[in-house]
């Protein structure tokens, strides 16, 4: 792990098209699954509880599942926001959940847990992604970081 | 209705969005917890502390 490789040397098996679209596709429907997929089971499980509880709370927060509007940008990047947690909201949407109460002194927070969760899942499939792609070793991004992880090999 | 403390509520979105960001960030199960529970009280310190100093402007 302390010797430095290059592009070409870091492993490409899960590289191939296909594959990096099943990942994406899965860990954006199911949070956590990219990882679950890729024998990250910790990372997988804490995503898996976390995502959907939040966008649960926001929901219950009443929270609004807001609809693709062009003509208002903001709505339509809450929109964008609110899709991003997959499954939990097709089933919300189902189930007619999140219209949303205006008057309600929470609705403001419920909006904010539901696009959180939602952009959240975002960050989570793009790491799925680069674990999928090999850009991603136990401890490298520790270190990045400033921790204590063991020594990577050098990025790019 | 709804009922819920907004300091509660800031709280738990800080709690949630650390734990995530953490696991994001570190490896290390101990590391990911120290992570979390640093940036879950940077999140309320810093909010409650801007809080305060929005206190006195009207808006």
């Given at each position: ?15 191939e ?93 419920g ?34 970081a ?11 | 209705m ?5 300091f ?31 940036m ?20």
């Open positions: 792990m302390g010797s430095k490789s290059t592009a070409a040397e870091r492993p490409r098996a899960g590289a098209p296909g594959r990096l679209a099943l990942v994406c596709i899965l860990a954006w429907l199911i949070p956590g699954a990219g990882h679950l997929l890729q024998k990250r089971r910790d990372k997988g499980l804490v995503f898996l509880v976390a995502i959907p509880l939040m966008f649960a709370i926001g929901l219950w927060l009443s929270g609004r599942l807001f609809p693709l509007e062009w003509s208002d940008p903001l709505v339509f990047l809450g929109a964008i926001a609110d899709r991003g947690v997959g499954l939990p909201y097709l089933i919300a949407r189902l189930m007619d959940a999140g219209a949303g109460t205006v008057t309600d002194q929470s609705y403001e927070y909006n904010t847990f539901l696009m959180t969760a939602g952009l959240l899942n975002f960050l989570v499939i793009l790491d799925a992604f680069d674990i999928a792609m090999g850009r991603k070793t136990p401890g490298n991004l520790s270190e990045r400033g921790g204590t992880g063991a020594k990577a090999p050098a990025q790019r | 709804t009922t819920t403390s907004h509660w509520l800031m709280v738990l979105y800080a709690l949630f969005v650390s734990v995530v960001f953490a696991v994001l960030m570190r490896d290390d199960p101990r590391e990911q917890v120290r992570s979390a529970g640093l879950t009280l940077a999140f309320v310190g810093v909010a409650y502390v801007l809080g305060w100093l929005m206190y006195p402007f009207p808006l």
